[in-house]
């Protein structure tokens, strides 16, 4: 037995807290546990870690954690630092913000929701997606005066912006793994 109990300790960030029972109140958890509700909660829950609300779970509460799977019944915000899952027969009223969802058929949410990258949405959105033939010759690796051959025959994908061009990584990513670059 003690061996095991060593083993445990060594895996701390893996702990798990089973919930089921009725509580009311706040519950924030600043280091990581696998929390799993099944019983009734109100009120407010900030985990770290994943969060799962079983099928038979009822929860009136606002929700701030990592990674979250829903099968019960939510009432409430929920902000997923990471990814939201909501498997059937879940049941979801409230806001969502999270910067991966994933609905199961079956699952239900009245809600808006509100998808933004994990560490920063302003380095995934549009503009900043866009490169100039010298960010581009840098995030390749090449020489600039390939981009310009590249560019010129046709075979780069890229945008005309006045007298330049622009280029969308995830374009460039989708062409370097097409093309295969040598």
Same mark, same amino acid.
Request: hydrophobic letters at 40%; glycine letters at 8%; one cysteine or more.
């Given at each position: 037995?003690?061996?095991?109990?060593?083993?445990?300790?060594?895996?701390?960030?893996?702990?798990?807290?089973?919930?089921?029972?009725?509580?009311?109140?706040?519950?924030?958890?600043?280091?990581?546990?696998?929390?799993?509700?099944?019983?009734?909660?109100?009120? =407010?829950? =900030? $985990?770290? +870690?994943?969060?799962?609300?079983?099928?038979?779970?009822?929860?009136?509460?606002?929700? $701030?954690?990592?990674?979250?799977?829903? *099968?019960?019944?939510?009432?409430? =915000?929920?902000? *997923?630092?990471?990814?939201?899952?909501?498997?059937?027969?879940? @049941?979801?009223?409230?806001?969502?913000?999270?910067?991966?969802?994933?609905?199961? #058929?079956?699952?239900?949410?009245?809600?808006? @929701?509100?998808?933004?990258?994990?560490?920063?949405? #302003?380095?995934?959105?549009?503009?900043?997606?866009?490169?100039?033939?010298?960010?581009?010759?840098?995030?390749?690796?090449?020489?600039? *005066?390939?981009?310009? #051959? &590249?560019?010129?025959?046709?075979?780069?994908? +890229?945008?005309?912006? +006045?007298?330049? &061009?622009?280029?969308?990584?995830?374009?460039?990513?989708? &062409?370097?793994?097409?093309?295969?670059?040598?």
């Amino acid at each position: 037995m003690m061996g095991r109990r060593d083993r445990k300790h060594e895996h701390d960030s893996e702990r798990v807290l089973d919930v089921d029972a009725s509580m009311q109140g706040s519950m924030v958890f600043k280091d990581p546990v696998n929390l799993k509700i099944n019983g009734r909660f109100e009120g =407010n829950l =900030n $985990t770290k +870690g994943s969060l799962m609300i079983g099928e038979n779970a009822v929860v009136n509460a606002d929700i $701030t954690g990592d990674s979250i799977v829903i *099968a019960g019944k939510v009432n409430g =915000n929920i902000h *997923a630092l990471k990814d939201l899952k909501m498997i059937s027969p879940a @049941c979801v009223v409230g806001d969502v913000k999270t910067p991966l969802l994933s609905i199961a #058929e079956g699952a239900v949410f009245d809600g808006n @929701c509100r998808m933004l990258s994990k560490s920063s949405s #302003e380095h995934h959105s549009h503009k900043h997606n866009m490169m100039t033939p010298d960010e581009l010759a840098k995030y390749l690796e090449v020489d600039a *005066a390939l981009i310009a #051959e &590249w560019v010129n025959t046709g075979k780069l994908p +890229g945008v005309k912006e +006045g007298d330049g &061009w622009k280029f969308d990584r995830m374009k460039i990513d989708e &062409w370097v793994a097409s093309e295969k670059i040598k």
